[in-house]
């Protein structure tokens, strides 16, 4: 029998609230076309409504109920007038991606025709940005020395596993040899840190040699960055700590143009656990209620779970495609919201891509 996919949805605080119908409308759509079946699940929790009723961000089962999910779908998290961002974040989000073992944090960037980069000339953007998302240097592991005093010292250790590193390694190579290029960055920094960096580089070097038809390279995250900007094109899949990946998935989709059609996945790949879909921008209080918000990157996220839920092969790869065409051809010809110099709603964007992929 074919196997029903369990989503969990969660929309989440502010925009999160406005992009998730459009996620799903699209998601729908693109399911019933490629024969894929999802049963959604919503859960009201994991935002600051919840708390500002029960003092928490979600229930303390939250791990029993979303366990038996294929994935979570999730719109974004934050309402700093009612509870500090740090807060919400590390009492949802930041949860999931450490008790869920989503030690992958994946970030496409693209250019496409209709958003205008900030970069000068026609950039050609199309890279994959893979995090590590458990460990490196958001280790927890620190403290202040003399506190107060003249003589105060504060530390915070970097850590870096073997297992953590090579499972990333591992996956930015594998993904890799998906793609047209073939090609992998590996950002550094050991000419100054010179402890966990020297020893990361030796960590590439030996994954790098399971790979003979991967080209590759390693690069100071100080002359990446630079180059993120002046030859993005010349960037295929960038694999990177915790800290470094934190900067430069935040770049690259900038480099691309608005952060309203940034995507990304927090993978556990061995599915032990749900994996978990999401924009990577916040909840943006700034546009909330006016029905403007760019519905891209939510819709864009739903592709990668098609994508990711299936494998990669078949109906949802074949529903990924259909959805990126779509939204390709959306962002060329508009609706456009104004993000993106148009006047469109949320609704009418997130229609306009449904009734695309619909055609596929
Ligand atoms: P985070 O919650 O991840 O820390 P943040 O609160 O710093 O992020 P965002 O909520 O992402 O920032 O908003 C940053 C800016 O980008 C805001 O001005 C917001 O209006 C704009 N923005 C974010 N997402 C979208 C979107 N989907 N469409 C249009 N504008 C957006
Ligand atoms: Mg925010």
């Known amino acids: 029998m074919e196997k029903t996919y369990k989503i969990a949805v969660l929309a989440g605080d502010g925009i999160g609230k406005e992009v998730m119908?459009?996620?799903l409308r699209v998601l729908q759509v693109a399911a019933d076309r490629f024969g894929i079946k999802l049963e959604l699940i919503n859960f009201a929790w994991a935002d600051c409504d919840y708390y500002a009723r029960h003092g928490k961000m979600m229930p303390d089962d939250w791990k029993e109920q979303l366990q038996p999910m294929d994935a979570i779908f999730f719109g974004a998290v934050g309402w700093p007038d009612i509870v500090p961002d740090h807060v919400s974040l590390w009492g949802s989000l930041l949860k999931f991606r450490r008790e869920f073992d989503q030690y992958i944090n994946l970030r496409p960037a693209q250019i496409f025709k209709g958003v205008r980069s900030p970069l000068s000339g026609p950039p050609d953007i199309?890279?994959?940005?893979?995090?590590?998302?458990?460990?490196?240097?958001?280790?927890?592991?620190?403290?202040?020395?003399?506190?107060?005093?003249?003589?105060e010292i504060v530390m915070q250790q970097s850590v870096f596993s073997r297992r953590g590193s090579d499972r990333v390694?591992?996956?930015?190579?594998?993904?890799?040899?998906?793609?047209?290029?073939?090609?992998?960055?590996?950002?550094?920094?050991?000419n100054g840190i010179s402890i966990s960096m020297p020893w990361w580089d030796e960590r590439a070097a030996a994954m790098a040699a399971n790979y003979p038809e991967i080209e590759w390279n390693k690069q100071h995250i100080d002359?990446?960055?630079?180059?993120?900007?002046?030859?993005?094109?010349?960037?295929?899949?960038?694999?990177?700590?915790?800290?470094f990946g934190d900067i430069l998935s935040d770049l690259g989709p900038a480099c691309a143009g608005t952060i309203g059609i940034a995507p990304s996945a927090n993978l556990n790949p061995e599915r032990k656990f749900p994996s978990l879909f999401e924009p990577v921008h916040g909840s943006a209080p700034d546009i909330y209620g006016k029905n403007i918000a760019n519905p891209v990157a939510m819709i864009w996220s739903g592709a990668m779970m098609l994508d990711f839920l299936t494998g990669s092969s078949g109906a949802g790869r074949a529903a990924h495609d259909a959805i990126l065409e779509a939204i390709r051809n959306v962002l060329a010809t508009g609706p456009h919201t104004p993000d993106l110099g148009g006047t469109c709603s949320t609704t009418e964007l997130g229609m306009a891509i449904a009734k695309q992929v619909a055609a596929a």
């Open 21 to 23: 119908p459009e996620g």
């Open 126 to 151: 199309d890279m994959m940005i893979v995090r590590e998302n458990t460990e490196g240097e958001y280790s927890s592991v620190g403290g202040t020395m003399y506190p107060g005093t003249e003589h």
């Open 169 to 190: 390694l591992k996956f930015a190579f594998e993904l890799a040899k998906t793609r047209a290029r073939k090609h992998v960055t590996v950002a550094t920094k050991s």
């Open 223 to 243: 002359i990446l960055c630079a180059r993120f900007v002046l030859k993005p094109q010349s960037f295929d899949v960038v694999v990177a700590s915790n800290l």
